[in-house]
């Protein structure tokens, strides 16, 4: 299962972006059935786990959803802003109290058996009662599981834990179906996705072979290889010697040389299907204690100069909010301009005029270290001296508890709803929030995803919003696009955010 090795295909391919009416987008006709399709990605090495709920990459999250059926996924096109997978209907109560969902009739899982309303239960609380990573726990945090009825064989009663509009998309973030009773996550473990696993290696690949039974559809592949390659030369190497066909995140640099030879095609993603970079300050630090200091580092940022420089061809200008590109997004609030004048002024009213700091950073994402190295230098134009503490890649959340008690760090989410994004990363009490505790901002949020009115909803969020951008702690000075690459010739692959397969076809 080295580069190279695995199943081996001379086909090449083409991803498509999603348009409008949320079908996926492509030139010419569909191509013919069978062939396998090779992939590479970013993963961890002989760590890799086949566990839904703990892989953290993004060969991991591909590899999700190759496996696994999931019960939606976000579509901001579409009504209630996901399109409906497993699920066959999702419908909230008049007062937003409980929630009706439908599996779809006769989804079989690789095993032969038929998924049915106990698999969803225990699939909805699996991730709070399984080793899960935080952002799997969405459901947990925003329906009361203990409550959930089992009505008939297909469908389930979700009381809520307060009245939440929002439910069908907090639903189709992350959450796969699984089968009742699953602890392990083996190569023969029953799934119900598009792919079954025909092989797994960690810090190798996967090989997967086409489910026939899968409720969307048996794909036109005949299989799929998932490999794992970490260092972004390799993964380009790997592809212009035609070792696979379709590599992940060749950043904003790699882009441009790319592009420039003209000899693979390159697709990016466009929002809410972005990434929000961020640099977050500590409340508990006494550095940023006083919100005239916040200000000022905000005031600092030359975000365009760091789009422009970094991201080139490949990010999209933030403006301290994240969830660019979803409905509850306050797109009304004035874009942050760059004033070092003002900044100067805001430290010494702060009595902050010679602050140090240190900035925890990493190549978590392509362009991070690059656009931290800019944050220094940004920063002292306006007289703080910053010392870079550059992690090797992979390593910025080794250690998670001494991360989150950084005065200044880097980060970055993947596109998350407004309304439920918040809920989970940054009421009080979150691990998220660098110190961030606002009740007044966490009701704010709560009275919008209470209400039914869609238009109510967006006034009282973007109220809340604009409390954020004027005295919160995260600076998000660009959404970086992800940026994949391909030989020339399969249709369908979709990303939203990570590429899907279940459509592609080899010409």
């Known amino acids: 299962m080295q580069a190279g090795g695995l199943i081996a295909s001379g086909f090449g391919l083409e991803a498509c972006s999603r348009g409008p009416s949320g079908e996926p987008q492509s030139s010419g006709s569909p191509g013919k059935p069978g062939g396998t399709l090779r992939a590479a990605f970013v993963g961890v090495g002989s760590a890799e786990t086949l566990d839904p709920f703990m892989g953290p990459t993004p060969l991991d999250s591909v590899r999700i959803r190759a496996i696994h059926g999931l019960l939606g996924v976000l579509d901001p096109t579409q009504p209630d802003g996901v399109r409906l997978g497993a699920l066959e209907s999702v419908k909230p109560s008049q007062d937003l109290s409980t929630y009706t969902l439908r599996l779809r009739s006769g989804i079989t899982f690789t095993d032969g058996s038929k998924a049915t309303a106990q698999d969803l239960v225990y699939s909805l609380n699996a991730p709070m009662k399984l080793p899960a990573l935080p952002y799997m726990k969405i459901v947990g945090a925003n329906f009361d599981l203990e409550k959930a009825r089992v009505v008939d064989d297909l469908t389930v009663e979700l009381p809520t834990l307060r009245p ?68 972004l030369d390799a993964r380009v190497s790997a592809l212009t010697s035609g070792q696979v066909d379709y590599i992940g995140d060749v950043g904003p640099v790699k882009y441009r040389t790319l592009a420039a030879e003209g000899k693979v095609t390159l697709s990016k993603a466009e929002p809410p299907f972005v990434t929000a970079l961020s640099f977050n300050m500590n409340l508990k630090d006494p550095a940023f204690a006083d ?18 420089t970094v991201f080139s061809g490949g990010g999209v200008l933030g403006n301290d909010l994240s969830s660019l590109g979803f409905p509850d997004y306050a797109d009304g609030i004035p874009q942050r301009q760059r004033d070092v004048a003002r900044a100067k002024e805001l430290l010494e009213q702060a009595g902050a005029k010679d602050l140090k700091v240190t900035l925890v950073t990493g190549s978590e994402i392509q362009g991070m270290a690059e656009a931290s190295t800019m944050m220094v230098e940004n920063l002292k134009d306006i007289g703080v001296t910053v010392t870079l503490d550059a992690k090797p890649q992979g390593q910025l959340y080794a250690d998670i508890a001494t991360y989150m008690s950084s005065a200044f760090a880097a980060n970055y989410a993947p596109p998350t709803p ?3 994004g918040y809920t989970t990363t940054r009421v009080a009490g979150s691990p998220s929030t660098f110190g961030f505790d606002r009740p007044d901002i966490d009701e704010d949020i709560f009275q919008a995803r209470g209400s039914a009115d869609a238009g109510q909803r967006k006034e009282k969020a973007a109220a809340a ?39 592609a076809s080899l010409s």
């Open 291 to 308: 919100v005239r200091v916040r200000q000022a580092f905000k005031l600092a940022v030359d975000r365009q100069n760091m789009l422009d």
């Open 418 to 420: 407004t309304l439920s």
């Open 164 to 231: 939440i509009a929002d439910g069908a998309m907090v639903l189709c973030q992350n959450t796969v179906l699984i089968k009742d009773g699953t602890a392990a996550f083996e190569a023969g473990t029953p799934t119900c996705g598009p792919f079954k696993v025909a092989e797994f290696v960690p810090g190798q690949g996967t090989a997967l072979k086409r489910f026939d039974e899968y409720f969307g559809g048996a794909p036109l592949l005949e299989g799929l290889e998932l490999r794992s390659i970490p260092a």
């Open 465 to 503: 919003q604009q409390k954020m951008w004027d005295e919160d702690n995260v600076i998000i000075p660009v959404f970086v696009a992800t940026i994949d690459a391909h030989a020339t010739g399969v249709k369908g692959v979709v990303s939203e955010p990570w590429p899907t397969f279940d459509k």
